[in-house]
């Protein structure tokens, strides 16, 4: 069963203070992991997909990076607009349009 | 602009009746997806389909029910056998094929059990 895990659960930063999210993974060959953020009472906005090991993205001041067990989610001197939940979800090699698992979220507040 | 649109936004229901959301997509995607979403949980997937008149249970079917009559729309209704059905509610589309295939949201549904 594939299994997506995130931490912390909840973080709080100052504003400038750079830090990094957590995604662990176990699935059964991965097509594909994605981040997204989450404003509170709105859908999921995507930000990332990655493919395989050893890749990164990049939009303003978050950084995407994936390897064979995790992804982390850089925050470069974060404002306190990037406040959000950020979701990861994974999507394993089982058909032509298999399902994504969502990991439960990690809350981010950041402080002015 | 091209998205998805679910409504209504905010919706009450009486114990033992049936409501239905809404959801219709312009991106021309063939998939769409019903997922559930409550505090401190992941999204979970209620129904999902990959085509017109084709459709499949997710992981917490029970209790819900869809149709696919075209591919722009796939409605959600929410019947009186769900036990627990106070729950933000997502409905989300994609492409189909054998690369990643990003999954876009809409702006999600508010029901409420009064």
């Known amino acids: 069963e594939d299994q997506v895990t995130q931490s912390p659960e909840a973080l709080r930063l100052q504003e400038g203070e750079s830090s990094s999210l957590n995604c662990s993974y176990t699935?059964?060959?991965?097509?594909?992991l994605f981040w997204y953020r989450q404003d509170p009472g709105k859908g999921p906005e995507f930000l990332f997909t990655l493919y395989s090991a050893g890749e990164e993205k990049e939009k303003e001041r978050l950084k995407a990076t994936l390897t064979k067990k995790e992804s982390f989610l850089h925050i470069t001197a974060p404002k306190p607009e990037d406040s959000a939940t950020y979701l990861c979800?994974?999507?394993?090699?089982?058909?032509?349009?298999?399902?994504?698992?969502f990991g439960k979220g990690i809350t981010l507040s950041v402080r002015p | 602009d091209g998205g998805i649109t679910q409504s209504p936004k905010y919706l009450f229901r009486k114990e033992g009746q049936n409501v239905t959301l809404s959801c219709e997509q312009n991106?021309?995607?063939?998939?769409m997806y019903w997922y559930r979403q409550d505090p401190g949980q992941g999204l979970r997937l209620i129904y999902y389909?990959?085509?017109?008149?084709?459709?499949q249970k997710g992981d917490i079917a029970e209790g819900y029910s869809v149709s696919r009559e075209k591919k722009e729309s796939f409605p959600l209704t929410v019947t009186s056998a769900q036990k627990n059905p106070t729950a933000f509610y997502l409905c989300a589309s994609s492409t189909t094929g054998f690369s990643g295939n990003t999954i876009y949201f809409g702006e999600g549904s508010w029901l409420t059990v009064v």
């Open positions: 699935v059964s060959g991965l097509r594909g």
């Open positions: 979800a994974v999507q394993p090699y089982t058909g032509a349009n298999s399902k994504l698992t």
């Open positions: 389909s990959q085509i017109v008149n084709d459709f």
């Open positions: 991106l021309n995607h063939d998939a």
